[in-house]
């Protein structure tokens, strides 16, 4: 093989590679994934302004709202200035007309955090498909390092049989406040696991087969 014939085969091997490197975007829509829509943060606080709800886009029960923190309680917030916050209570989206695919990998995350003023508690995450619980996380707010937040996740593979019904997502806190920011529920892109496998393959042949052809030196 040419030096040229070379440069062009590994040139298209790595197209696709990198076309079919995995994509965990935010490929299934959630509604104010980051809780920057809010109604009017008219409750005041020595950490920053919040309400008791409704929260835009989201569905809460108990005690939940918004919640803009300062520097009193966290060092910095993943996505903006606003928070989710609930109290005992839940906070859960329906992602409508996003229903389980066969054969499909989904991924839940959510941004936990934990007040540097210590309160903190148990809490679940959930990913669901009507009635049916996909995956879920179970946490203490505790083991979070004090004034941040960690990215939480569960994971659903599906079968060729899929449960029915539109997914969903559900955040619940047993009897504490649970403070949550930046939803995503992501899957990989059509294909691209496929295409990876090939490019990967296809540049080992290629140097396998450039390494038979060197020459021997005595």
């Known amino acids: 093989m040419t030096r040229s014939k070379l440069l062009v085969t590994c040139a298209f091997a790595a197209i696709l590679v990198f076309a079919g490197a995995p994509a965990w975007a935010d490929s299934i829509p959630v509604q104010n994934a980051s809780f920057e829509i809010t109604n009017s943060l ?3 606080f020595s950490g920053g ?7 835009p886009d989201w569905t809460t029960t108990g005690i939940a709202g918004s919640w803009q923190p300062n520097s009193l309680e966290f060092s910095s917030i993943p996505g903006g200035s606003t928070i989710a916050i609930t109290n005992g209570g839940t906070i859960s989206q329906i992602l409508t007309g996003n229903s389980v695919l066969a054969n499909t990998a989904y991924t839940l995350s959510v ?24 995956c879920t996380f179970s946490g203490n707010s505790a083991s979070i390092k004090p ?3 960690v990215n939480e996740t569960c994971t659903y593979q599906s079968g060729s049989v899929v449960p029915v019904g539109d997914l969903s997502v559900v955040f619940s806190s047993q009897g504490t406040q649970l403070d ?10 059509p294909g691209s696991l ?7 393959g296809f540049l080992f042949f290629v140097a396998r087969r450039r390494k038979l052809q060197l020459p021997v030196i005595a």
Do not use: M
């Open 42 to 44: 008219d409750q005041p």
């Open 147 to 149: 004034g941040t937040f």
């Open 111 to 134: 941004f936990v955090g934990d007040r540097l003023d210590g309160v903190n508690g148990n809490y679940t995450i959930a990913l669901d498909a009507g009635s049916t619980t996909l």
């Open 49 to 55: 302004p919040y309400n008791l709800g409704p929260i």
């Open 180 to 189: 949550i920011d930046k939803v995503s529920v992501a899957t990989p892109e």
């Open 194 to 200: 496929a295409l990876l496998t090939a490019g990967i």
